[in-house]
């Protein structure tokens, strides 16, 4: 089982500020499939980023992902107040698909 | 638009079951491998269960192996999870995924409640 371990846990910045967000692997994800969501309560995941760089339908290019191998990383160039949420990082090559325990975002 | 909407959820003893549904909508659901992904109070993701779109492969966390089953119903493009021998440890938001190699895991549904307790 690949475990991923996210840092920091938490995150505080203001908006505008630059954030950057690690996500870890135990061992190298295949092909790249490593995937970003972004959680806000009550809400379902929302798929940001896929196969480590490729921002989903719809995603604001203030949304980047970067990395290979087994560090990966999320970065959100000028974030704005809808931004400060829960991001999850997860791979999706190989069962068992995992998700990293996540980074929240909060607003400092 | 896709549309994926969760069902059956709700308040079960615990050793007791429950059958999830995921009824999908806006895209050919037979061409996609769908997945289960559940989410305990206050806890992060943790992907429960897999299929293929044939239905003829599944796979599942080890957390729920040999207790929950994974089916699809392609004529009726509905997903299904059996949940059987259920503990305190299975309360959470189950959601369906549709998903793919290709482009991750975009479309979810809104998620159905399970609580386990006497």
């Known amino acids: 089982e690949i475990v991923l371990t996210q840092s920091p846990g938490t995150l505080s910045l203001s908006p505008g500020e630059r954030a950057t967000l690690s996500c870890r692997a135990s061992q190298s994800v295949s092909s790249s499939y490593l995937a970003w969501f972004q959680q806000k309560p009550g809400q379902a995941p929302r798929l940001l980023i896929y196969g480590a760089s490729s921002r989903a339908t719809g995603i604001p290019d203030r949304f980047s992902g970067g990395g290979s191998g087994t560090d990966f990383t999320l970065t959100i160039s000028r974030l704005e107040p809808e931004d400060f949420a829960v991001y999850y990082c997860?791979?999706?090559?190989?069962?068992?698909?995992?998700f990293g325990q996540g980074t929240k975002l909060e607003i400092k | 638009e896709v549309q994926l909407l969760e069902s059956g959820g709700g308040l079960v003893q615990p050793g007791g079951s429950l059958r999830l549904s995921c009824a999908a909508a806006g895209f050919s659901f037979s061409t996609y491998g769908m997945r289960w992904v559940r989410q305990a109070p206050g806890k992060g993701l943790e992907w429960v269960s897999a299929?293929?779109?044939?239905?003829?492969?599944?796979y599942y966390a080890d957390s729920v192996k040999g207790r929950f089953t994974v089916s699809r119903d392609n004529s009726k493009n509905t997903l299904h999870l059996q949940m059987n021998s259920l503990r305190a440890e299975d309360t959470a938001v189950y959601y369906c995924a549709r998903g793919s190699k290709g482009s991750g895991w975009p479309d979810w549904g809104q998620g159905t409640l399970v609580t386990v307790s006497s």
């Open positions: 997860q791979q999706y090559g190989s069962s068992p698909y995992t």
């Open positions: 299929i293929s779109d044939s239905g003829v492969t599944t």
